[in-house]
């Protein structure tokens, strides 16, 4: 019950409603054709496959970032989720196929869910890593477990909150770039060569995040078109 388990609670709980909106359009595309009565237990089901999936994919991360240059990779990664969350959405639609049976229904929910968990799966499992190693996998299942039916109940609202309040993906956007920074600043393979210190972990945080907010915005301004003379 220490300050950085709740804020890496937090942490996780914060990506995984911006990251998973698109998993909340999935489970309803998905359940879209199933009957009245099938079509709650289609999204519970589905939805409790993904958790499951994820934790264990989630489990496979945390161990594979004790590998040396992982880290880097994955910090990489995260920085350009970061950027690209700060960019227009594109207008394409979603290509899911709905079916009107209940099992292939959640197999469709599983299967889309596996497919789109990369970020969310890296973005926590680096959050993860800041609240101890004894603490990481039960504090997965724990954010997790909060952090899902706000996304499968709640997305709408959570969808309205961000276009009234951009700010929200911004600092969203900026996490990842914190989580990045602190996550290249602990790879083993370059852990030895840098400074030692807790002033410095939180050095390596600001810039990612500094980093993310700078690169999105100079995308975003050149993605504007030119205004009319």
């Known amino acids: ?9 937090g942490q996780i709980i914060m990506i995984d409603i911006l990251l998973g909106g698109d998993n909340a359009v999935v489970i309803a595309l998905a359940c879209r054709n199933l009957p009245d009565k099938q079509r709650t237990q289609g999204i519970i089901y589905g939805t409790m496959g993904a958790i499951v999936l994820r934790v264990i994919l989630i489990a496979f991360a945390l161990a594979l970032l004790a590998v040396p240059y992982l880290k880097i990779v994955g910090a990489i990664l995260l920085l350009w989720i970061g950027v690209k969350l700060l ?3 594109d207008e394409e ?41 004894n603490h990481q996998l039960p504090l997965v299942i724990f954010g997790l477990l909060v952090s899902i039916p706000i996304i499968v109940w709640g997305s709408q609202l959570v969808l309205k909150l961000m276009e009234r309040f951009p700010i929200v993906i911004t600092l ?8 990045a920074g602190q ?11 840098l400074p030692a210190g807790a002033y410095w972990s939180y050095v390596a ?16 301004s050149r993605q504007k078109p030119p205004v009319a003379s």
């Open 93 to 133: 639609g979603h290509n899911v196929s709905a079916s009107d049976k209940l099992w292939a229904a959640v197999k469709t929910v599983i299967v889309a869910d596996l497919v789109m968990s990369v970020d969310n799966v890296l973005a926590i499992a680096g959050a993860a890593q800041g609240a101890g190693q």
């Open 205 to 220: 945080a600001v810039s990612g995040a500094l980093f993310v907010l700078a690169l999105g915005k100079i995308m975003q």
């Open 183 to 193: 996550m290249a600043y602990t790879d083993p393979a370059i852990k030895a060569y």
């Open 87 to 89: 960019q227009p959405e």
């Open 1 to 9: 019950m220490t300050a950085s388990f709740w804020l890496a609670v």
């Open 172 to 179: 969203g956007a900026m996490l990842l770039g914190w989580i």
